[in-house]
C-alpha cells in the first residue's frame, strides 16, 4: 500500500542534501509552507539554491531560512517589498547572489522544467537589462528571448486537503505557484490541512495530481484530521 | 498630487474601459480603479496571484489571507470568480487573453517604450514581479503616471533614461493634466483636464504633441516648439 503522508516534517525533508535547489511556493503569505521551512532550518542543508516569488518578510519562514546562512543563491521575481530587511541586508553584503525573474517568466520556466520543454521563446523582457547575454530571435515579426527550465530538487508547497496517493487540492489564491513547483521538482512535499481517505476527493477537482507529489505532511495546527498517518 | 487628484485620474481610466473588458490593474494609483467601475455593469478583473473575477477590499476583521490581490491586500470575492494557478495566471497575460492593463510608471517614451521596475541607482535592489509580462502582454497597455517627476521635468521622454520594462508596449497614458495615447506618428493628446491649455501641456512635456485630436490646429501650441526642443535635448543628454 502506498502512503506518501509522512510522520512529520522532519522525515519528509532528511533527504536535502547542501547544494540542493529548493523551491518555496508563495505570494507573499498566501501559499508559504510556514512549518516545512521551518523543518529546513532545522534539518540545516546549507549552500541552497532557492527558488521563490518573495524573498521573506519580517524575520520567520523565508526570512528565518536566509538569516540562518543556508541560502547562497535566490532566484525570484520581487525581494524588495515592506519587511525584507533579511534579504537586504544580506543582499547589501554581498552575502546572496540574486537572480531577478520576471514573474511570468518564472511560473513558465518551472512549468517548463516540468513538461520536458528544453526552452521557449517569449517576448517578455527583450530590450531590458533582463535579457542581457539572452539568445533572441524574431517570431512572426515579434522580438522573443530564449528562457530555459528550472528544475528544482525539491517542491516545499502548501495545499489544502490530500490523500494517501497525493493527490491535492488548494485554497484560493493559496494555490499560486503550487501546482507548477510541484511538477518542476523531483521530490515535492506538501504540507496539508486535511488528510482524506481515497475516494474522497472528487477526481473533478484534483488540482495536483498525486504523480507530482512525494511526501505529505499535515500541519501541526491543524484539527482537521481525516484519517491517521498508515 | 493629492487624494483628489489621484481619485479624478482613476475615474478618466475607468471611464475608458468597455464593459466586459478583462482587465489588470498594477499595483499602487491603478488599483483605484476599481473602485470606480460602474457596479451594474460586468468587468473582469485579472489579479497575476491566481483569481479572475471582481472583488472589493475585505471587511476589517473578515481577512482571510489566502484570499489576496496582487497587492498583497485581503479581498473579498463577488459571485463569478475564478481561480487557477501561476503558470496559468501569466499564460493569461503573456498569451494575450487580457483587453487592459492599467500600470504605474517612471518614465514612458514616445515611442511607448516603458519603464516602471528599476530607477537603475547603483544601490536600489531590483524587483521587477509580473511588470514585464503585463508590459508585453495585454491587448492594450495604459499608463497612469504624474505628468513630472519631483525635479519637475516631463515623465515623458523622448527615450526612457532609467531601464526599461517593456520595448514600444504604451499605448495610452494619463496623467493629471492630461489624457495621451501613443501613436507610430507621435504622441496624440486626446484629453486636456480641468485647465489645463495645450499650450501649457506642450511646455511642461518632454516630447512634441499632436493636438489635431481636439481640433485645436497646430499653429496654436508651435509657439512652444523651440523651448520644446531645447528641453528635449536637455533630457537627452
Known sequence: ?230 | MDNSMRIAMAKRVARDIPEGSYVNLGIGLPTLVANHLPAEKDYFLHSENGVLGRWQAAAPGEEDWDMINAGKEPIELSPGAAFFHHADSFGMMRGGHLDICVLGAFQVSAQGDLANWHTGAPDAIPAVGGAMDLAIGAKRVFVMMEHLAKDGRSKLLPECTYPLTGLGCVSRVYTELATLDITPEGVRVIELVGDTTAEHLQEVTGVPLDFSALGIIPSAASTQRPAVTQHCAELQR
Open chain 1, 1 to 230: 500500500m502506498i502512503n506518501k503522508l509522512c510522520a512529520d516534517a522532519q522525515a519528509a525533508l532528511s533527504g536535502i542534501k547542501d547544494g540542493a535547489t529548493i523551491a518555496v511556493g508563495g505570494f507573499g503569505g498566501a501559499g508559504m509552507p510556514d512549518e516545512l521551512i521551518d523543518a529546513l532550518i532545522e534539518q540545516g542543508a546549507r549552500d541552497l539554491t532557492l527558488v521563490s516569488n518573495n524573498a521573506g518578510q519580517g524575520d520567520s519562514g523565508l526570512a528565518a531560512l536566509l538569516k540562518a546562512g543556508q541560502v547562497r543563491r535566490i532566484l525570484c521575481s520581487y525581494p524588495r517589498m515592506t519587511g525584507s530587511h533579511v534579504f537586504e541586508s544580506l543582499y547589501r553584503a554581498g552575502k546572496i547572489e540574486l537572480e531577478i525573474v520576471p514573474q511570468g517568466n518564472l511560473a513558465e520556466r518551472l512549468r517548463a522544467a516540468g513538461c520536458g520543454i528544453a526552452g521557449f521563446y517569449t517576448p517578455t523582457g527583450f530590450g531590458t537589462l533582463l535579457a542581457e547575454g539572452k539568445e533572441t530571435r524574431l517570431i512572426d515579426g515579434r522580438q522573443c528571448v530564449l528562457e530555459l527550465p528550472i528544475h528544482v530538487d525539491y517542491a516545499l508547497i502548501k495545499a489544502q486537503t490530500a490523500d494517501r496517493w497525493g493527490n491535492l487540492t488548494f485554497r484560493k489564491t493559496a494555490r499560486n505557484f503550487g501546482p507548477v513547483m510541484a511538477m518542476a521538482a523531483t521530490n515535492t512535499i506538501a504540507s496539508i490541512e486535511q488528510f482524506c481517505e481515497l475516494g474522497e476527493l472528487d477526481p473533478e477537482t484534483v488540482v495536483t495530481p498525486g504523480i507530482y507529489v512525494k511526501h505529505l505532511v499535515l500541519r501541526k495546527a491543524s484539527a482537521n484530521l481525516l484519517n491517521q498517518a498508515g
